[in-house]
């Protein structure tokens, strides 16, 4: 049974920082495409940074290039973002998701981040 569970949202102030953790059970994530997503009030959920090989190849959003920092773990089966020089436009709710190439798709519950004074 597959399990994703995010942790390390907050509340932060502008230019403040968190990392966000997912901690993955059931399937290996070397395996899959790991990303983070988020999603906005009012918004649909986009694509914030992505490791999407098992070398470790990673891609970030435009919004996110230079403060954000996604990473991966094989030995602990864990995807982290590093969020740096956070701001308010980055106030969303961060998800974790797996794809694998034959097309099985996991999502984690969601993790709440507040930037805001």
């Known amino acids: 049974q597959v399990h994703i569970v995010e942790s390390g949202g907050g509340l932060v102030n502008p230019g403040g920082s968190l990392r966000l953790s997912c901690v993955v059970s059931g399937f290996t994530v070397s395996n899959y495409a790991m990303s983070w997503y988020r999603q906005a009030p009012g918004k649909e959920r986009e694509l914030v940074a992505a490791v999407i090989s098992a070398a470790g190849t990673t891609n970030y959003a435009d919004s996110v290039k230079g403060r954000f920092t996604i990473s991966r773990s094989n030995s602990a089966n864990t995807l982290w973002l590093q969020m740096d020089n956070l701001k308010p436009e980055d106030t969303a709710v961060y998800y974790c998701?797996?794809?694998?190439?034959?097309?099985?798709?996991?999502w984690g519950q969601g993790t709440q981040v507040t930037v805001s004074s």
């Open positions: 998701n797996g794809l694998s190439a034959w097309g099985a798709d996991y």
